[in-house]
């Protein structure tokens, strides 16, 4: 052998030893982003993206551990109403920006700005400010005393203290520092994020993300088996068998429909306890399900959540006591808008739908407005015009029932549809309650209240499941987050 043939072969020994070869996934995701600011919508397209762009001074293991993220250890109390945390040193944002306590209080204040009017506040219960120790120190401050507040700043992403005073660029070019970086938004299509090489947590393996935008079930599923997607969220359960891969888990979303109580439609609490009753929940967790999906227990809080009343039962299925008590109600063919969105979670629309006509069949008329989802962001939250009921799937990353309180229940806040002074009143002592025994009997007391007042219509359960191509290598998460720096790939 010649020495440039030599020469050639020993080159191509260098190259290959020091390249890595790129790895790209492509995501299909049930919804299109309304926006990618990080702290003002509640949006879940917007959240399955930035949860990878983002981070938060706290953060959860794969099975919901709560640990430390930005902060370097746990936050310690002050005070009744202060909890101090320490800040990892050296961590930047992606345009440069160091991360520290400008940040985080930068960041409080932004999200609890009411100018901002964020959706997120559901979450984030009496936070109320955020003063700089040093540069590496910052108390977060409560209106109230609140023994979660480790938990909501799991919730609370961080965001570049300058960079975030532009609206405009951080809803459209997102900045974090987390373990992915933004790169380009192509609108009705798709978003693509690259590895962030200095990410504090060590590189990622996969170099190159795609979010798809595909809101039909049908079409992830046949990307899936094309090859055109590696992970599809929200797999037909029916077709687990035939995709490369399938997993689940016991994920924290529970579907309900939220009465707007006030409304006319829904006020009498006799076609309340109907709408429950006129609903088989066994057969929508089996016929639409296959049985990834439990039956709720009469709440909305989910089971394992602090605050969950092991002392109710589901609604049973009686569609003649639901047509007597409508009788008795005086309203029967009474219209109620019943306001749904299509493609965000697992048959929203056929479960949508199926719950319309168990409530047609016991004499009401169902008006079914299906929304594009910002539509149906907007809706939902508009505080002056709650629709007389609408379809949700409510997620609980608290793991507890205050999470609940405030999205549904609280009046005036989230997505709640009431104007109970009494039932806001008893959902602000129980938030701020500090012993934990009676803590949980306030809640038990007010789920009952709940259930007996038929604030809401609890529906199921769910698991989330996933289809992946045969490459991937990834253990889904309880929270339901989509974090690509836990996934690797196999070629």
Do not use: C
């Amino acid at each position: 052998m010649n020495t440039r043939i030599l020469g050639l072969a020993a080159g191509l020994a260098v190259l290959f030893a020091s390249t890595s070869w790129a790895q790209s996934i492509t995501v299909a995701i049930g919804s299109e982003p309304s926006t990618l600011d990080p702290q003002l919508r509640d949006d879940g397209g917007e959240r399955q993206v930035n949860d990878n762009i983002y981070e938060a001074l706290m953060a959860r293991t794969a099975t919901g551990d709560l640990v430390p993220g930005l902060a370097a250890d746990a936050p310690t109390q002050v005070d009744a109403r202060t909890w101090q945390f320490k800040l990892r040193e050296g961590i930047k944002f992606h345009n440069g920006e160091p991360f520290n306590a400008d940040a985080v209080v930068a960041s409080v204040l932004r999200v609890i700005d009411p100018a901002n009017n964020s959706e997120q506040m559901a979450y984030l219960g009496p936070l109320s400010g955020a003063e700089k120790v040093d540069d590496l120190t910052v108390r977060i401050i409560t209106s109230a005393p609140d023994p979660i507040l480790p938990a909501r700043m799991y919730w609370l992403k961080m965001v570049p203290a300058a960079y975030s005073k532009n609206a405009t660029a951080i809803a459209e070019k997102p900045v974090g520092t987390g373990p992915y970086k933004f790169g380009t938004w192509d609108r009705g299509n798709s978003i693509t994020m690259t590895a962030n090489t200095d990410y504090w947590g060590g590189e990622p393996q996969i170099d190159d993300v795609t979010y798809r935008f595909v809101s039909e079930a049908g079409t992830r599923l046949s990307g899936l088996v094309a090859g055109e997607f590696d992970v599809v969220v929200n797999l037909l359960p029916e077709f687990a068998d035939s995709v490369p891969q399938a997993k689940s888990v016991s994920g924290l979303e529970a579907s309900v429909i939220i009465l707007g109580v006030d409304n006319p439609a829904v006020k009498d609490v006799r076609v309340r306890r109907a709408l429950n009753m006129a609903i088989d929940r066994h057969a929508l967790a089996e016929s639409l399900f296959a049985g990834n999906a439990k039956v709720t227990t009469g709440q909305l809080v989910l089971p394992g959540a602090f605050g969950y009343n092991e002392s109710l039962e589901n609604w049973p299925y009686d569609p003649q006591g639901a047509k007597k008590l409508i009788a008795e109600a005086g309203a029967a063919g009474t219209t109620i808008d019943l306001v749904g969105e299509a493609g965000r979670w697992l048959k929203d629309r056929e479960l949508i739908e199926a719950v319309a006509a168990y409530w047609t069949e016991v004499g009401l008329k169902v008006n079914v407005e299906i929304l594009e989802f910002s539509v149906y962001l907007d809706r939902i939250f508009d505080m002056g015009n709650r629709p007389d009921s609408y379809f949700v799937l409510n997620s609980n990353e608290l793991f507890d029932a205050d999470r609940e309180m405030a999205f549904a229940y609280e009046p005036g806040q989230g997505g709640a549809s009431n104007s109970d002074k009494a039932l806001g009143e008893a959902i602000r002592a129980a938030r701020s309650e500090v012993d934990g025994e009676k803590r949980k009997a306030a809640y038990a007391v007010i789920t009952k209240k709940l259930h007996d007042e038929a604030y809401d219509v609890p529906l199921l359960n769910h698991q989330d499941i996933y289809g992946m191509s045969e490459k991937m290598e990834w253990q889904p998460r309880v929270d339901s987050k989509i974090i690509v720096r836990e996934m690797k790939v196999n070629e």
